[in-house]
Every structure is written in C-alpha cells, then in structure tokens.
C-alpha cells in the first residue's frame, strides 16, 4: 500500500445485526410531503396576517385623512362666519339671489312717522329669479296701489 491510502481503525466493536424499521422508514419518505404541506400552510397563514395588517393600516391612513380634511373644512367655515361677524363681508348672504345691491329694499323701521320725514316708498314692480338644482323660479312683486 502507498502513502495515498487510508487505513481503517478498527475499534473492536463490530455490529452484530442491522434491524430494519418499516414504521421509521414510512415516517422518512413521507415527512418530505408533511414538511412541505406546512412550509404552504405556514405561507398562506402569514400572507392572510400580512393583508389584514394592511388593511388595517390603509384604513387608518384614510381615516386620518378625513380628519384633516374636516379639520382643514371647519377651519374655512370658522374664518368666514368671523368674517361675516366682523362687518368685512360684501353683504351677500350666498343665497344665489340675482339681484344686486341696488334693487334691495330698505330696512323696515316700524310704524308710524320716520325721524326724517322721508316720504313713503315708491311702489316697486320688478322680477325675481331663483334656480334651484332642478326647479326654476320666478316671481312677481307689483304694488296693490
């Protein structure tokens, strides 16, 4: 024998019988199968947890937005009724009124005398328009006179 070969220690014991397990072979061959239908299982549990995770965060994310945008809403509306409050609005109450400035009435002041004396209203005869989503309106004032 060369230098190249190896040489086997023997250490005195010898195997006497192989015993052949048919149960413990069965369990061998189809652990493969069983370990890889629970590498699935294990998959799908984790993808189902990853979606509903996800869900829930989308869902939060909208709510949060909703929030600001109320938020950002009610502070518009806040601004312009303490515009309104402070006399710095053009006097349009936003009603859609096609009228101008000009062809509104005076303010009724009551009965009787004025203080100044001024003579009493000249009879008013004009038109009216209002449009609403569907409806179109229009209505006549004339004076009884």
Request: glycine content about 6%.
């Amino acid at each position: 024998m060369g230098p190249r070969t190896k040489r086997r220690k023997k250490d005195g014991s010898t195997v006497e019988e192989v015993v052949f397990d048919t149960s413990a072979r069965a369990d061998y061959l189809t652990g493969f199968h069983k370990r890889k239908q629970q590498r699935i299982k294990r998959a799908q549990e984790e993808a189902v947890r990853r979606s509903k995770a996800e869900k829930l965060t989308e869902r939060k994310r909208l709510r949060e937005l909703r929030r600001e945008e109320l938020k950002s809403h009610v502070e518009a509306v806040n601004a312009m009724l303490h515009q309104r409050d402070d006399g710095s609005d053009d006097g349009d109450d936003g009603g859609g009124s096609e009228t101008s400035n000009n062809d509104r009435e005076p303010e009724w002041t009551g009965f009787g005398e004025s203080e100044d004396d001024e003579p009493p209203p000249q009879p008013l005869d004009r038109e009216d328009e209002y449009v609403d989503e569907d409806r179109h309106t229009t209505v006549t004032v004339e004076s009884i006179d």
